[in-house]
């Protein structure tokens, strides 16, 4: 079974700083690795994926991830934070045969101005 | 649709009540999912469907949980006599289709589902 460990339930940053929001898998084959985010009162929304090929991902609004499989980890970072990026931030890991997503418990981000 | 769409947005019932969620996914996604996601925690697996069938029911919490989908596409949710603890909001998510091309799923906006 997979799992998905995000550390750090609750990160704060200033505004302009770098965000950094880790993750860490567990797999026995290297999966495929997602970030999602969910604003207040909102579903969640892809922010990045990596499945194959280039393991430094870019995304939407600014972020991108890693992978790296030696630390079997695909961490999330923001040069600048926003405001706007405050959101809470899933973590999720899905096997090569795609029947089951498996997610983080999340890592709230506040942006302080 | 252009989304995948959950219904009702909001359910407030009284403990003991039976209801039904339901979640229209992306036309043409074969794979569904169900999570539920408690106030400040994160998403717990409930069940996924490829096609119309379930092949991963192990989170389903208890036997008063069911799930079904039609016509490889409306899946309902039954929770039967409501407890407090099932307080949460219901996510469904679809994908094209589980296998090597599987990209990501998408989410509905959820059911905030309220035992009182």
């Known amino acids: 079974a997979q799992s998905v460990t995000q550390l750090g339930s609750h990160v704060s940053v200033s505004e302009g700083a770098l965000v950094l929001l880790r993750c860490n898998y567990s797999s026995s084959v290297p999966p495929y690795l997602f970030w999602y985010v969910q604003y207040p009162n909102q579903g969640l929304q892809l922010l990045l994926k990596?499945?194959?090929?280039?393991?430094l991902v870019k995304g939407i609004n600014g972020f991108e991830a890693e992978f790296k499989k030696s630390e079997t980890s695909f961490h999330l970072t923001k040069p600048s934070a926003h405001m706007s990026d405050a959101a809470e931030y899933f973590c999720?890991?899905?096997?090569?045969?795609?029947?089951?997503?498996?997610f983080g418990t999340g890592t709230s981000l506040t942006v302080i101005p | 649709g252009a989304g995948v769409s959950q219904s009702p947005s909001n359910k407030v019932t009284e403990k003991g009540k039976d209801v039904e969620l339901r979640c229209d996914p992306i036309?043409?996604?074969?794979?569904l999912y169900w999570y539920r996601q408690r106030l400040g925690q994160g998403l717990e697996f409930l069940i996924y469907f490829q096609g119309n069938s379930a092949p991963d029911k192990s989170g389903l919490p208890s036997d008063r949980f069911s799930a079904e989908r039609t016509g490889e596409s409306v899946s309902t949710l039954t929770i039967q006599r409501t407890q407090q603890e099932d307080s949460a909001v219901y996510l469904c998510?679809?994908?094209?289709?589980?296998?090597?091309?599987?990209?990501?799923?998408?989410f509905g906006q959820g059911t905030r589902l309220t035992v009182v």
């Open positions: 990596y499945t194959t090929g280039a393991t």
């Open positions: 999720a890991v899905s096997d090569r045969t795609g029947n089951q997503f498996y």
């Open positions: 998510a679809s994908s094209v289709m589980p296998g090597p091309l599987n990209t990501e799923a998408f």
């Open positions: 036309s043409g996604h074969t794979a």
